[in-house]
């Protein structure tokens, strides 16, 4: 069965610099989201991604943040300016279209030092 | 704002045991509901999903739920869990014409002992 991956599993950043996380989605899906998990808190949705163009997005996504496809495989998140709470475990997902539900990755775990 | 609630962080078991997870959302309009499950050290897989006619909802591995629309619930249930079904369970809404982002519950951790 096709799968979302995620790289990397784990990244390390120092407060302040910028983090890329990378993202595979399903080959054939066209809507593309982010989500993050703080530990012992909620799974927050954070952007969703269509037509090349972002549909949604919640509060958490301010202006740090930003996603892109650079390429017809890759679905990335920077984060400009890290701060300590962005420390998080970063999902991935994606789906077809209509009433098709969304797969997960297996996440990134960010620790920002 | 829409939100979900899920009414048990961790719940502990015996094999064969019966199980319901709880889970209620607040919106008043149509909704879509989904349970995933998250096994140790994997990605959320769903269990399964409601969008629309019969509520009584049967997803993979023998779980089932029932949406109740006027208790604006949507219960896990599984009959007989076993020691594989130990994972974390998250009950998650989206909200037709509300944009098609989950909104999660917190999560309820089962344990199940052989």
């Known amino acids: 069965e096709p799968e979302v991956t995620q790289t990397p599993s784990h990244q390390v950043t120092q407060m302040g610099q910028e983090v890329i996380l990378r993202c595979v989605p399903i080959?054939?899906?066209?809507?593309f989201y982010w989500y993050r998990q703080i530990l012992g808190q909620k799974v927050e949705f954070l952007v969703s991604?269509?037509?090349?163009?972002?549909?949604?997005k919640s509060e958490i996504f301010d202006d740090q943040f930003s996603v892109e496809r650079p390429d017809g495989s890759n679905f990335t998140l920077k984060i400009r300016s890290t701060k300590l709470e962005d420390s998080a475990m970063y999902f991935c997902?994606?789906?077809?279209?209509?009433?098709?539900?969304?797969?997960f990755g297996d996440g990134t775990r960010l620790s920002i030092l | 704002a829409q939100s979900v609630s899920q009414h048990n962080h961790h719940v502990i078991l015996s094999e064969a045991a019966s199980l319901e997870l709880g889970c209620n959302y607040s919106y008043g309009g149509t909704v879509n509901l989904f349970w995933y499950v998250q096994y140790p050290g994997q990605h959320l897989q769903l269990l399964l999903k409601y969008f629309s006619g019969d509520p009584l909802v049967k997803g993979i591995k023998g779980f089932e739920a029932e949406f109740i629309k006027s208790k604006f619930s949507f219960n896990l249930r599984k009959p007989s869990v076993q020691w594989s079904d130990t994972a974390e369970y998250f009950c998650a809404v989206t909200a037709y014409q509300a944009g098609t982002a989950l909104i999660f519950g917190k999560g309820t951790t089962l344990s199940v002992s052989s």
């Open positions: 991604f269509y037509n090349n163009e972002i549909s949604e």
């Open positions: 997902a994606s789906r077809y279209e209509g009433n098709q539900p969304q797969h």
């Open positions: 080959s054939n899906h066209l809507y």
